[in-house]
């Protein structure tokens, strides 16, 4: 018994060092996308990329429809502005965020939850700090990793597969 007790401690210190891995190896790995606005706003968004892999979007890959998706993979995606902001014409203060989607179609719901250092798939309605509706087009080329793109107008464009998501940031 003893013995157990003693090697407990060093085992979970073996287990929490191999989980602190090289994140870029994962299959869907880390990417950031960052812009100043042409009005000094700083965006800032730490996502992971999945790939597409011969898959289909919305049947056997996320975002699947009607369902809250981490807009990316791995950890919750986090979306930070240093300034307060209008996304879509509705406030939102500086700050971080967990960004999520819901894809229905080509109508898309862009969520910016208060919790924002989780795992994706952990998701609380009750803490939505904005929702917003914007419409999906076709993206002019098919994205095999999930891309996230910040324009100097404050354009976020999302592209995934045959999808393009924008949303304004003023």
């Known amino acids: 018994m003893k013995k157990l007790l003693f090697l407990l401690p060093i085992a979970l210190i073996a287990l ?8 870029s190896k994962r299959p ?3 990417a950031k996308a960052s812009g100043t606005t042409s009005s000094g706003t700083v965006i800032t968004i730490d996502y992971s990329q999945p790939s597409v892999k011969g898959r289909t979007i919305g049947k056997d890959l996320e975002p699947l429809p009607g369902k809250v998706w981490r807009t990316g993979a791995n950890e919750a995606t986090v979306f930070e ?10 406030s939102l203060s500086a700050g971080k965020y ?73």
């Open 16 to 23: 929490t060092a191999c989980g602190q891995g090289d994140k």
């Open 28 to 30: 869907s790995p880390p």
């Open 81 to 90: 502005v240093s300034k307060d902001v209008k996304v879509e014409g509705k």
């Open 98 to 170: 967990s960004l999520y989607s819901i894809a229905n179609g080509d109508d898309w719901t862009i969520i910016f939850n208060k919790k924002w250092n989780q795992w994706g798939t952990v998701y609380n309605q009750g803490d939505d700090a904005l929702r917003v509706n914007v419409k999906s087009t076709k993206a002019p080329a098919f994205a095999e990793k999930f891309t996230i793109n910040i324009g100097k107008d404050g354009i976020v464009t999302m592209l995934w597969g045959d999808y393009q998501v924008d949303f304004h940031v003023e």
